[in-house]
């Protein structure tokens, strides 16, 4: 007899199994069921995907034998489709790259999680950078200084038929290599009208242009120094000082009237201020006084250490002591050739509270200051290495030749002291590099000195991890 086929009804219980399986085929990874698709393959159509730096979209080929979904490890990269049933494409939008290097992010595409495939892509850095786009200056003939920051070769266009401008410094860039830079451009007197403009172009190598704006007008009047000093007072809490200004009297040598200002033939040579005066903001504006010689800040709140600060071409004294400090100090800081004291510490145990200096940088650059005499920079978050100080035939520093202290204790460098330091300690020069995270051995210059012989477990060795 013929046996009869029984027939199942499907149930929901059929349905519900049918579907999860479906769902697995297109899982994100992080869900691993341990589903796998037969035969399953994946392949973006270029490794390596090169942006410029402008915002853009941009679609990618993606071969799949199944579906499949993409995703990026970096936010400046932003999914618009990002899945698919099969072979075509993804869809993605890069936004505009702010910095001046290139960035690089990851795209991962996956069909199931036994596997993953990558892509890269690279977003080409804006390349160079103005500090400032528009120069108002006055009729009188003068240089004007333009200070921008490129890692991209350049150029410099100035308008055409346009006599009263010229380039008188353009100095060189090195492709890869972030570095502040300054034009300079004779702007010659305004003789006959009121006012003349011109446009002048910085051209990248990687396609960018900016334009710097330059305005010559009669109705900008020319600051002086007490111009200078009246800017900063308003800008730093001036009217709450202890010690006021009077902006009214003659610009002069006045304890009463210019507390802690020096005046020299009406030019400030001097400005000093080392007990609490209530002192808070920028000092940018005393940035312009080109004849100032020292300038003395102690328990003040000062904001940091201007771009400006390289136009104080006669600065032979920096301080600026439990002051609130903080930020990297400018490059422009080696412009000042003639500075001999360098003094932004903190005290160990009395640093009034809010009052903690918190300055950054690379302490090598400070090796561009050949002069100085006094490094104190101790308690803040200098990085970077001791530079190695170039010696002559005998091995004495031809540079720093004049050292007698260097106080950079407590800063997180790296590696170990150079020859030639050793020199300067048994000429006298006393200083502290504990607690410095410095490693590797000490030579034999500085073993010889009298100074390391009294004092290398407290101020050389302590904290380090110096070996003899």
């Not at 006599?163 to 860039?173: F, V």
């Not at 050949?370 to 970077?384: C, H, M, P, V």
Request: net charge neutral; hydrophobic share 35%; charged share 20%.
């Amino acid at each position: 007899m013929k046996k009869e086929r029984t027939t199942r009804p499907i149930t929901m219980e059929t349905v519900t199994i049918c579907l999860c399986a479906f769902l697995c085929a297109c899982q994100d990874f992080t869900d691993n069921t341990g589903f796998a698709v037969q035969g399953e393959d994946f392949k973006f159509g270029n490794d390596v995907i090169r942006l410029g730096f402008n915002e853009q979209e941009y679609e990618s080929d993606v071969y799949a034998s199944a579906p499949w979904r993409v995703k990026t490890n970096v936010d400046w990269l932003n999914m618009i489709m990002a899945n698919g049933p099969g072979n075509g494409r993804y869809k993605m939008k890069a936004w505009a790259n702010p910095s001046l290097v290139q960035r690089e992010g990851t795209v991962t595409g996956w069909i199931t999680a036994e596997h993953t495939w990558t892509q890269t892509v690279i977003q080409e850095g804006v390349g160079m950078k103005l500090n400032q786009s528009t120069f108002m200056v006055s009729i009188s003939e003068q240089t004007l200084r333009i200070p921008f920051t490129t890692a991209v070769n350049y150029t410099c266009a100035l308008p055409q038929n346009c006599d009263w401008l010229e380039l008188k410094s353009q100095p060189s860039a090195t492709p890869g290599e972030i570095k502040d830079l300054e034009l300079e451009i004779t702007v010659k007197k305004l003789t006959g009208g009121e006012e003349r403009q011109a446009e002048i172009t910085l051209n990248g190598a990687n396609g960018i242009s900016l334009p710097v704006q330059i305005v010559q007008s009669t109705k900008i009047v020319e600051k002086t120094d007490i111009d200078y000093l009246k800017d900063f007072y308003r800008n730093a809490n001036g009217a709450n000082w202890i010690k006021k200004w009077n902006l009214e009297a003659p610009l002069k040598t006045d304890a009463v009237n210019w507390p802690g200002v020096t005046v020299v033939n009406g030019r400030v040579t001097e400005i000093v201020f080392v007990t609490p005066n209530h002192i808070v903001g920028d000092i940018t504006p005393l940035c312009h006084l080109s004849e100032l010689v020292t300038l003395k800040f102690k328990h003040q709140k000062i904001a940091g250490i201007p771009e400006e600060i390289g136009m104080l071409k006669k600065l032979n004294t920096l301080w600026i002591i439990e002051c609130a400090g903080k930020g990297a100090v400018p490059k422009s800081l080696a412009d000042c050739k003639l500075l001999t004291a360098l003094n932004l510490s903190n005290h160990p145990t009395a640093t009034p509270a809010g009052f903690a200096n918190s300055f950054t940088g690379n302490f090598g650059d400070l090796l561009k200051n050949e002069a100085l005499r006094s490094i104190k920079i101790y308690l803040n978050a200098f990085t970077g290495t001791i530079p190695t100080l170039p010696l002559d035939d005998e091995g004495r520093p031809t540079i720093w030749k004049d050292l007698r202290e260097l106080y950079i204790y407590n800063n997180p460098l790296s590696g170990g002291i150079p020859v030639g330091y050793g020199y300067l300690f048994d000429k006298g020069a006393t200083g502290n590099i504990s607690n410095c995270g410095l490693s590797g051995k000490i030579p034999e210059d500085l073993k010889r000195s009298a100074f390391y012989q009294r004092h290398r477990a407290s101020l050389f060795l302590k904290g380090n991890s110096l070996y003899e």
